[in-house]
């Protein structure tokens, strides 16, 4: 821009000398480098100032994500090693079972070599079966599934009731003991309130309840006889345990001399807060919230209510079927035209020379990175969506038809040629048939793709899909249809695979035996 | 029908580093109707350009070749091919392949399906005829091209190394079958091979041919190939001639190999 220019200022900071670049509009009438004069502590930066600074912070920004990737990784590493303990684990305990079955003895199962043998390495239907048990194992113990005995669950949150004592200390130095109750309530159990007998001395007991997976604030002098405020109470021990924390003694910025001190007691941690009051947080156990991890049976009493009652006025089978419409539609058309496109490429000089600058600079743009500007274009209705999916799947089908026709031996097409084909016979009987193997691999991976993109286009901008159940459900926080979008999304594209697949062998059986 | 004449045919192309190479030069030959010649040389000797130019798939830079008294200018189905491998429809049935070429001339079913089953019958294919080729062996693929070679029933038929990918053992059978097709069908036949002793067996006469530029070295007219029409092959191979030519064909071409290797080496 013209009427800005890119300044280097130090200035203090937080008692901080601080040295910063940042571009600034040059006031009306003034030129840089004439009458531009820049604010103190400020000039006018180079171009390598300018270059270094960005550098520079993109350097210690990427840094310290680096840190905070690494370390994070670091934090798996127990739990992934756990899991793989499981894997090994579970290995040996099936061999041991298999060496009490009847051992196979086909070709394959008498190679002693088999490490290194990729022919000798075949999926053990055990191991996935265990696998895929062991998801569901994981989910429900994590979640504390009805689906599982209990002893499999991870500790829950508590709930009931429990209680501490506190000790009071008046500005006098007079000390006195009171006891707070702490009634834990489950999730959607509505509170009583509990009447509690104040005892004796001028602290009085106090009670309080919480839901679990939320905390509370005890003010524990709102029924005592002195009070933080006006008379300087304050607690001094938890349970007996006593500290030196004092909320009124602050230094001249007004910080905390003391830290505030807490406690994990046995249903709670038990927390003193800044301005001297108690903050409970009730344990909250090793499960998930079922915000963030619904139980497995939860998410399948979803499915079964939304494929019923639907989910925001829209069927389950309205959201699938738009989807699945949109892929096809888009796959279809990407096909009709991508697969001339190929053959024309495979075909023609010409067409090839112009085609190919498109095609490779299209190929590598992701579709999604199309979706603003086809929202633009197209508005949010089907059209958008349905060339969004047209174009993923046209660059990789004309790539596929290119490639099938530049894979046919040279050899065919001249026996062709000496046997009296036509060019147009040629096309139909020999390059046609011969990429066939190509087409249905480009096939599978548009189909991919394309289910892929539409999920991701629903959650931009959609009235019915699979991925605007998602994007609804988020805005709920209904995690539980979330998840159940998820797991329809995986068996959906599955099954898809699993239908080109079939198709392939069913139409192409001549595929890898050239 | 006269033959095959190629007159003074040369083929010389530019390398994209701007110098060339003279593939072939002065090529001439004259094949008569019904000729069996087989085509020996080193790597290099432009043995499959010759046939390339002869089947219409490359155009010369000189000269010219004529069957039947017009100039060759592309392929066509009186000059058919039999590749190495490869070359067969994987997508269609043994008998479609065969009958790729009346199929293609649009010729009714009922006029070329009993000359397809005579020739799957004549190669020994008649109980696979509605497999798919790639359920087939090496051997039998190969039998497979060349009964679709002679379906289309072509003037001349140009084979380029047919046999080069089978077996020792079936290719000494295959050796037979193409005598025993040669035979009978009178056709005229280019082989091209690296077998010295397929060259001797299946050739009436014997071109051996030179690298650097690709010419013609020398050609022989042998008796083994009449021979072997009525023999069992390794008969023929007992023939005092056989083994004294086979010899003298060897030097000729270890000599020419070796002045490759050094000249290569002097290059460098």
Request: aromatic share 10%.
């Amino acid at each position: 821009m013209a009427g800005t220019v890119n300044l280097v200022c130090t200035r203090e900071r937080l008692g901080e000398m601080v040295t910063d670049l940042r571009a600034t509009p040059v006031p009306d009438g003034q030129v840089v480098g004439e009458n531009f004069t820049p604010a103190d502590g400020c000039h006018v930066a180079s171009g390598w100032e300018t270059f270094s600074y960005q550098f520079g912070t993109l350097g210690s920004e990427l840094w310290t994500e680096t840190v905070n990737v690494v370390l994070s990784s670091i934090s798996a590493i127990p739990y992934i090693a756990g899991y793989i303990l499981l894997i090994v684990m579970f290995m040996f305990v099936w061999r041991a079972i298999k060496s009490f079955l009847t051992p196979t003895r086909d070709y394959t199962s008498l190679k002693t070599v088999t490490f290194g043998d990729e022919s000798a390495v075949r999926s053990e239907t055990a191991a996935s079966i265990i696998s895929i048990i062991l998801i569901f194992v994981i989910w429900g113990t994590f979640t504390g599934s009805s689906l599982l005995p209990s002893f499999l669950h991870l500790p829950g949150p508590f709930t009931g009731e429990g209680s501490f004592t506190y000790t009071v200390e008046d500005a006098d130095g007079n000390r006195d003991d009171a006891e707070v109750f702490v009634n834990v309530l489950a999730a959607g159990t509505a509170s009583e309130e509990t009447q509690v007998d104040a005892g004796d001395g001028f602290a009085k007991n106090d009670s309080a309840s919480v839901t679990i997976y939320s905390s509370e604030i005890v003010s524990w002098d709102r029924n005592d006889d002195v009070n933080r405020r006006d008379d300087g109470a304050r607690i001094v021990a938890i349970n007996g345990q006593e500290f030196q924390f004092d909320p009124n003694a602050r230094d001249d910025n007004g910080n905390l001399t003391d830290t505030a001190p807490s406690f994990t007691l046995d249903f709670a941690r038990v927390a003193i807060t800044d301005r001297g009051t108690i903050n409970v947080s009730p344990d909250p156990g090793w499960q998930m919230q079922p915000l963030y991890l619904p139980a497995p049976e939860v998410v399948w009493s979803r499915f079964i209510e939304i494929a019923k009652y639907g989910y925001q006025n829209v069927y389950l089978t309205v959201h699938l079927g738009f989807s699945l419409f949109r892929v096809i539609v888009g796959f279809l058309l990407g096909a009709a035209i991508g697969i001339p496109l190929g053959y024309a490429m495979g075909l023609s000089n010409w067409f090839r020379g112009w085609f190919d600058p498109i095609v490779e600079f299209m190929r590598p743009v992701p579709p999604l990175a199309l979706i603003p500007l086809v929202i633009i274009w197209f508005g949010i209705g089907e059209v958008g969506k349905i060339f969004l999916l047209f174009l993923a799947a046209l660059w990789i089908m004309a790539i596929a038809a290119r490639s099938g026709v530049s894979g046919v031996r040279i050899t065919k097409v001249h026996a062709a040629y000496s046997l009296g084909a036509s060019r147009w016979q040629i096309l139909r009987h020999v390059i046609i048939p011969n990429s066939l193997p190509e087409i249905f691999t480009g096939a599978r991976v548009a189909m991919g793709v394309c289910w892929g993109t539409v999920v991701a286009a629903e959650l931009v901008a959609a009235e019915e899909g699979i991925g605007k159940m998602i994007t609804t459900a988020s805005k709920f926080q209904n995690t539980d249809i979330i998840l159940l979008g998820v797991i329809i999304i995986g068996i959906v594209g599955f099954g898809i695979d699993m239908l080109m697949r079939m198709a392939e062998r069913r139409l192409v059986p001549w595929k890898g035996k050239a | 029908m006269s033959g095959l004449a190629i007159d003074n045919i040369s083929m010389r192309f530019d390398l994209p580093n701007g110098s060339h190479v003279q593939a072939l030069k002065d090529v001439t030959l004259d094949i008569k109707q019904g000729e069996l010649m087989s085509v020996l040389g080193p790597s290099g000797c432009g043995k499959t350009t010759l046939l390339n130019i002869v089947a219409g798939f490359l155009a010369p830079t000189g000269g010219e070749t004529r069957i039947n008294d017009h100039v060759v200018e592309g392929p066509n189905k009186e000059r058919g091919m039999v590749f190495q491998q490869g070359a067969l429809f994987e997508w269609m049935s043994v008998r479609d392949n065969v009958s790729f070429g009346p199929r293609m001339a649009g010729k009714k079913k009922a006029d070329y399906m009993g000359n397809v089953d005579h020739l799957l019958d004549v190669v020994g294919l008649q109980d696979f005829k509605e497999k798919m080729v790639y359920e087939l062996s090496g051997g039998m693929q190969q039998r497979v091209a060349l009964a679709r070679c002679l379906a289309n029933d072509p003037d001349v038929i140009l084979m380029d190394e047919p046999l080069g990918a089978l077996d020792a053992l079936t290719r000494e059978k295959m050796q037979g079958l193409v005598l025993k097709l040669w035979k009978e069908t009178g056709k005229t036949i280019i082989l091209i091979t690296h077998s010295i002793d397929e060259a001797l067996l299946l050739g009436e006469r014997v071109l051996v041919m030179a690298p650097r530029p690709g010419r013609i070295h020398k050609e022989y007219r042998l008796p083994f190939a009449e021979m072997g029409v009525d023999q069992d092959l390794r008969e023929v191979k007992e023939h005092p001639d056989y083994g004294t030519t086979r010899e003298e064909i060897l030097t000729m071409i270890w000599d020419m190999e070796e002045e490759i290797m050094g000249r290569t080496e002097a290059e460098e």
